[in-house]
């Protein structure tokens, strides 16, 4: 069974101390590992797929990087309005999405 | 502007009673998704469909139903058969299986 861990569950952040939030997944297969944010009462936003280990993508504050394990999203020098609950997804050979918890970041002024 | 809206954002009903989510997308996407979200839980996949006039249950369908018609609509039927229905429901759609992109949500409360 395909399976996807967030750690940590929340994250308090100064504005400007830069952090990294991880994802491990077992996931069958792997087609995408995906990134979103969301903020309370809303639909997660999409911000990145990465499909092969080593792949690396970039989005103002936000890197998301890809191991054959393990997935990070860096936030470098973060801002209020980076405050969100971040998840990954890991899509498999079934077209379906495995979602993570989630890793909920507070950025404080 | 495309994208997909849920209505209504807030539904309340009393338990007994079945009650339908609506989504529509305009994005020309052929897979739609219809997931529930609890605090503290991943995204739990309830029925998916890839292509119109077919579909498949999810890992959590029990108590649900749906119905794929049309493109660019893939409503959600709540049964009162579903034993804990208060919930977030988040629908989604995607074309050729990649990203999915989320809809705002339609927050049910079963009382």
């Known amino acids: 069974e395909d399976q996807v861990t967030q750690s940590p569950e929340a994250l308090r952040l100064q504005e400007g101390e830069s952090s990294s939030l991880n994802c491990s997944y077992t996931v069958s297969g792997l087609r995408g590992l995906f990134w979103y944010r969301q903020d309370p009462g809303k639909g997660p936003e999409f911000l990145f797929t990465?499909?092969?280990a080593g792949e690396e993508k970039e989005k103002e504050r936000l890197k998301a990087t890809l191991t054959k394990k393990e997935s990070f999203l860096h936030i470098t020098a973060p801002k209020p309005e980076d405050s969100a609950t971040y998840l990954c997804a890991g899509g498999g050979n079934d077209y379906k999405l495995s979602f993570g918890a989630g890793t909920t970041v507070t950025v404080r002024a | 502007d495309g994208g997909i809206t849920q209505s209504p954002k807030y539904l309340f009903r009393k338990e007994g009673q079945n009650v339908t989510l609506s989504c529509e997308q305009n994005?020309?996407?052929?897979?739609m998704y219809w997931y529930r979200q609890d605090p503290g839980q991943g995204l739990r996949l309830i029925y998916y469909s890839q292509i119109v006039n077919d579909f498949q249950k999810g890992d959590i369908a029990e108590g649900y139903s749906v119905s794929r018609e049309k493109k660019e609509s893939f409503p959600l039927t709540v049964t009162s058969a579903q034993k804990n229905p208060t919930a977030f429901y988040l629908c989604a759609s995607s074309i050729d299986n990649d990203e999915q992109y989320f809809g705002p949500g339609t927050r049910l409360t079963v009382t």
């Open positions: 990465l499909y092969s």
């Open positions: 994005l020309n996407h052929d897979a």
